[in-house]
């Protein structure tokens, strides 16, 4: 199983990014997938969940109304659209899938900052 994140980088407040997490080694379209986050001296929290189709969503208290989960079955992609980011974004951001065990993308780091 492989999870590679790319897409995050440094972003002014009020802007947006589109993460990505390009998946391999398991057959994507039957596993529920999620993005996490874990900012300096935090645990890390939950941000968005998708059902293996696409069908059922949930998310974060802090990011509802802003982030939005999607997933390609096509591309094994998951993506994640964060809007009005805020300095309290700041975290690296982790790809999720339970397939038996927890598996986890290294990270990308999204900084919110003028």
């Known amino acids: 199983v492989q999870l590679v994140e790319s897409g995050g980088g440094l972003v002014q407040p009020g802007g947006s990014l589109r993460l990505s997490c390009a998946t391999s080694g398991f057959t994507f379209s039957s596993y529920g997938m999620s993005w996490h986050r874990q900012a300096p001296g935090k645990e890390r929290e939950l941000v968005a969940a998708i059902s293996s189709g696409g069908g059922s969503t949930n998310y974060g208290d802090s990011v509802k109304g802003r982030f939005t989960i999607s997933r390609d079955n096509a591309k094994n992609t998951v993506y994640l659209q964060m809007n009005s980011l805020n300095a309290e974004d700041t975290a690296v951001y982790y790809c999720?899938?339970?397939?038996?065990?927890?598996?986890w993308g290294q990270g990308t780091q999204v900084t919110v900052s003028s």
């Open positions: 999720h899938v339970r397939r038996g065990f927890d598996y």
